[in-house]
C-alpha cells in the first residue's frame, strides 16, 4: 500500500489575530503546530502501514518553516516527505491548494501508484473542510469524508470500508481504492515519537518542490489560481448561553426539566446510542 | 540499535548548551537533551547576561542577532521600608560605548533557542521535548549514557554532562547533588509586565536601547531573608522577588503575596502603572553558595551550572557561571576523550580548572554571605525601618532643630537594636563579601 498524508502547518493558537488593514490571518509570532487532525491522519496511515505494509509520504504545501511539520512527520514513522514551497503557491485559496496538492500527488503516483490519501477532516485555521474533497475530485479517486472508523481495508480486492460521521449520525460504506479519505479526530490517537525516530528527523534533509518541480501551470497556483476573496473577516456575535437549570432551591423540578430538554434534543440522543463511547 | 554518542548533555540552558557548543567546534559527537518543547521553554523568562562569557562562546554575538532586550547602562540598588526608601545608582557613559554590552537583558525562551541554534549550526544535536530520567551504568557503577522518557529511549555516551539546572531530579535521583535543604534555596516568583517601549524609557531615563537594573533588599521581603529585582525589557519589565525557602515556610507567607505587595510600593508603583501583565511563574535559585557545591565530576559524568549550586546570589550572577561551567566541562571532556580516560581521574581537571576561574574564586569569596543574611534578619526589618523613619525626620522641616532630630534618632536606634549588635553585624557583613 502506497499512502500520501497531507498535513498543513497552522498556527497554534485558538485566537489568531485578524489584521483590520488587509483582513487577512496574521501568523506572526505566532508558533505552529501541524494541524492537529493530519496528525490523526498521519497515524491512520502507519497504522495501516504497520498491517498492510507500505509506504507512507507526508506532503505540506507552505512557507520554508512549514519543514517543521514535516519533519514530524518524519520523527513519527513517515518513510518519505516533500515540502512544496516557493513564492508562486503563496496567497493560495482552497482551489489553488488542493490544485497544487493534486499536482504533487500525481508525480509521487508516477514513482509508485498511490492507493491512498489521508487529509485531516479541516485545518484547524481555515477550517473549511474542502481540500480534501477537492484533491479526491481532480485525482478521479473515490472519496470518504469525516472518517471515525476503518472498518476493513481490502488489499486483494482493493476496497475499503469506513464508517463516518454524517449530519445527525453516522454511516458505514464501501468503495473501491484509489481513494482520499480525510479523518475526524477519533480515529486514532497520535503516537509520540521514538527517540530513534526523532534523531532520525533532526538529521533528515526534506525534499523541497518549487512550482516547476511540481509541474504546476501558473494560473492555477497561489494567489493567481485563488478566485476566493476575502471580502470581510468578523467575529461572530457571541452566542446566547445554553438554558439553565436552577437546583439551588428545589432540584426535583431543575433535574425533570433538564431530562425534558436533553430528550427533546434528538441530535443529542442519537450521539448518545449510536455512540456510547463518546 | 542504540546509538553511540561521544558526549551526552542533559539539560539545553546556558551551562548545557555552552558546553554543546565548545564540544560541536572540535568536532566531537554531542547529543543535547531538552525537555521543554524547545529550548528555553521552560525557562524563567527574562533576565541579565553578560557579554564576556556569551562572547567566549559566540565572540560575534551582536552580529549573530543574539535576541539582546536592552543593553544595561544604569545599576540601581534599593533599600526599602514599607512606605519608601533609598536609591544609590551608578550609570556610566562607559557601558554605551566601549563596555557596552557587558550586561544586558533577555528573554530566555528567545535567547536559549537562539545560543542553541548555533550549537546545533555547530554540528550538536539538540533533542527537546524529551527528558532524561535516569542515567545508565555499568556494573562499576560508571556512567555509560542515559535513558529518555521516550521509546527506544537509551542512548550510550562516553561521558555524560548534567545540566538540568537547580530544579535537577537526577541529581537527586542519582544521588550525586544532594537534595539541597530550604535554607539553601530560594523561591522567586516572577511577573512580566508589558509596557510601551517610549514608556519604558522615559520612566527609567534611558534612550532607546538602554536598560536598566534595579536590585531591591529590605522591608518588601517581609523580613525574611530575600530580594526583588526589576529589569528592563524593550517592551516589557521583569519584575522578580524571592526569599529563604526555609523563611517562607516558617513564616508561611505566599510568595505571589509578597509580589503584589511590592507592586503596589510606593517607589515599584509608577513604574509598573498601566502596565499589562503577561506572564508569572516561579523557580528555585540556587543561594547556599561555595559550601553547598557537590563532587562535581565521577566516573564518566560532570555537573555544570545551577545543577552544581553554581550561583553568586549576591550579585545575581548564575547564567555566566553557568556557561563557564559549561565551556570549562567541555575543555575537560574533549582532553579525556582525547586522552582516553573518561573515568573519574580523566574528569579530574575539571574541579582544578573551575577552582582558577571566577567562579569558584568568587563563590568562595561570598561563602559565609547567605549565613549572613539568613542570620541578621534586622537587616530585612528593624534596619530599613530605621533607616526610613530617620531620613523622613532629618527631611521633615517642622522648625524643630537638626541637632535634637538626631538625639532623637539616635535614641530610637538605641532602642530597637543594641549598638553592639549594630556593630558585630556591621563587622559581620564586611566579612562575608571580604
Ligand atoms: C475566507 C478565507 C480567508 C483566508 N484568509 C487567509 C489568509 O489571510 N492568509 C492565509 O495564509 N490563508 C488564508 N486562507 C487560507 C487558505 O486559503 C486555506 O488555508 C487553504 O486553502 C487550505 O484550506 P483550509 O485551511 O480550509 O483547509 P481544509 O480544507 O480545512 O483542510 C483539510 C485538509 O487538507 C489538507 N491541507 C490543507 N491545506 C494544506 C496544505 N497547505 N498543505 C498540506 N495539506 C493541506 C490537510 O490534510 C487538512 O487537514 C483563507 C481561507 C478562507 C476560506
Ligand atoms: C527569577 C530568577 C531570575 C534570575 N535572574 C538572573 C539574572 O538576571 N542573571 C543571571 O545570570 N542569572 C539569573 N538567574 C539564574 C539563572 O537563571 C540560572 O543560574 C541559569 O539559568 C542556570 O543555567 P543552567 O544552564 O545551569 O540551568 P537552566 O537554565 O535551569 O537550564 C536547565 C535546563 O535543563 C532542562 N532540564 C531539567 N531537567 C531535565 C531532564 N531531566 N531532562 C531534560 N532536560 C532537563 C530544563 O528544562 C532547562 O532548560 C535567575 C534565576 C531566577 C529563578
Not at chain 2, 92 to 120: C, H, K, M, Q, Y
Amino acid at each position: 500500500m502506497n499512502f500520501v498524508c497531507c498535513i498543513k502547518q497552522v498556527p497554534d493558537t485558538a485566537e489568531v489575530k485578524i489584521d483590520p488593514e488587509t483582513n487577512t490571518l496574521m501568523r506572526s509570532g505566532v508558533e505552529s503546530i501541524s494541524n492537529p487532525y493530519d496528525l490523526v491522519a498521519l497515524e491512520t496511515a502507519l497504522i495501516l502501514k504497520d498491517k498492510y505494509g507500505g509506504w507512507v509520504t507526508a506532503l505540506s504545501m507552505g512557507p520554508p518553516q512549514a519543514e517543521q511539520v514535516l519533519k514530524e512527520a518524519i520523527s513519527l514513522g513517515a518513510d518519505a516527505a516533500v515540502l512544496l514551497s516557493d513564492r508562486a503557491f503563496a496567497g493560495a485559496d482552497t482551489l489553488a491548494t488542493s490544485y497544487t496538492l493534486y499536482k504533487a500527488i500525481r508525480n509521487l503516483d508516477l514513482d509508485r501508484p498511490v492507493d491512498i490519501v489521508l487529509c485531516g477532516k479541516q485545518a484547524i485555521d481555515g477550517d473549511t473542510a474542502q481540500v480534501g474533497p477537492g484533491i479526491a475530485t481532480r485525482l478521479g479517486f473515490t472519496q470518504f469524508t469525516s472518517v471515525i472508523e476503518i472498518r476493513e481495508l481490502n488489499t486483494y480486492d482493493r476496497h475499503i470500508t469506513v464508517k463516518r460521521r454524517v449530519e445527525g449520525g453516522f454511516e458505514v460504506v464501501r468503495g473501491p481504492l484509489p481513494t482520499v479519505i480525510t479523518v475526524d479526530l477519533g480515529l486514532a490517537r497520535p503516537r509520540r515519537a521514538s527517540l530513534p525516530g526523532l534523531i532520525l528527523s533532526l538529521r533528515a534533509v526534506i525534499d523541497k518542490w518549487d512550482a516547476d518541480a511540481v509541474g504546476a501551470e501558473v494560473p492555477k497556483i497561489g494567489l493567481k489560481g485563488s478566485p476566493t476573496w476575502v471580502r470581510r473577516i468578523f467575529s461572530p456575535p457571541l452566542k446566547e448561553g445554553g438554558p439553565v437549570f436552577d437546583a439551588r432551591k428545589d432540584p426535583v423540578p431543575a433535574v425533570e426539566r433538564f431530562l425534558d430538554t436533553i430528550v427533546a434534543d434528538e441530535e443529542l440522543i442519537s450521539e448518545l446510542f449510536k455512540n456510547p463511547g463518546v | 540499535m542504540r546509538e553511540e554518542f561521544e558526549v551526552a548533555v542533559v539539560g539545553a540552558g546556558p551551562a548545557g548548551i555552552s558546553a554543546a557548543l565548545a564540544l560541536a567546534e572540535k568536532g566531537i559527537k554531542v547529543i543535547v537533551f531538552e525537555r521543554g518543547e524547545f529550548p528555553g521553554a521552560k525557562n524563567v523568562s527574562g533576565g541579565v547576561l553578560y557579554g564576556h562569557d556569551l562572547g567566549e562562546s559566540v565572540p560575534d554575538f551582536i552580529r549573530r542577532e543574539c535576541p539582546v532586550e536592552r543593553n544595561i547602562v544604569e545599576s540601581r540598588v534599593w533599600y526599602l521600608s514599607v512606605d519608601g526608601g533609598f536609591n544609590v545608582s551608578f550609570r556610566d557613559r562607559a557601558f554605551e560605548e566601549g563596555l557596552s554590552f557587558n550586561a544586558f537583558t533577555v528573554g530566555r525562551a528567545r535567547f536559549d533557542r537562539w545560543f542553541a541554534g548555533i550549537a546545533e549550526e555547530k554540528g550538536a544535536l539538540v533533542v527537546c521535548g524529551t527528558t532524561v530520567t535516569d542515567l545508565l551504568r555499568d556494573d562499576g557503577g560508571r556512567v555509560t549514557g542515559v535513558r529518555t522518557d521516550r521509546s527506544d529511549g537509551d542512548v550510550t555516551a562516553r561521558v555524560v554532562l548534567i545540566a538540568d539546572g537547580i530544579n535537577s531530579a537526577l541529581a537527586a535521583k542519582t544521588g550525586f547533588r544532594p537534595e539541597p535543604k530550604p535554607n539553601d534555596v530560594a523561591l522567586a516568583v516572577k511577573e512580566v509586565i508589558e509596557l510601551p517601549e517610549e514608556v519604558i524609557n522615559e520612566r527609567f531615563n534611558v534612550e532607546a536601547g538602554h536598560g536598566v537594573t534595579i536590585e531591591i533588599l529590605g522591608e518588601i521581603t517581609k523580613g525574611m531573608d530575600g530580594v526583588a529585582v526589576i529589569y528592563t525589557n524593550k517592551n516589557s519589565l521583569s519584575l522578580c522577588i524571592g526569599a529563604n525557602l526555609f523563611d517562607l515556610m516558617s513564616n508561611t507567607v505566599r510568595p505571589y503575596e509578597m509580589l503584589e505587595e511590592f507592586k503596589a510600593h510606593p517607589m515599584v508603583a509608577p513604574l509598573i502603572k498601566s502596565g499589562r501583565p503577561r506572564e508569572y511563574m516561579a523557580h528555585w535559585l540556587a543561594e547556599g553558595g561555595y559550601d553547598t557545591i557537590p563532587h562535581l565530576y565521577g566516573d564518566g559524568y560532570l555537573i555544570a551550572g545551577e545543577s552544581g549550586m553554581l550561583f553568586n546570589a549576591l550579585h545575581r550572577e548564575g547564567s555566566n557561571m553557568a556557561m563557564a561551567s559549561g565551556r570549562l566541562a567541555a575543555l575537560t571532556i574533549a582532553g579525556a576523550l582525547a586522552r582516553g580516560d573518561t573515568g573519574s581521574e580523566g574528569l579530574a581537571g575539571y574541579a582544578a580548572a573551575l577552582q582558577a576561574s571566577y567562579v569558584m574564586k568568587d563563590l568562595k569569596k561570598y561563602r559565609r554571605f547567605n549565613r549572613f543574611l539568613l542570620n541578621h534578619k534586622e537587616l530585612f526589618s528593624t534596619l530599613p525601618r530605621l533607616g526610613a523613619s530617620a531620613a523622613r525626620e532629618m527631611l521633615t522641616v517642622d522648625g524643630i532643630s537638626k541637632k535634637e532630630k538626631q538625639t532623637s534618632i539616635r535614641r530610637r536606634i538605641q532602642g530597637a537594636i543594641p549598638l553592639a549588635r549594630l556593630a558585630r553585624l556591621l563587622w559581620a557583613g564586611a566579612r562575608s563579601i571580604g
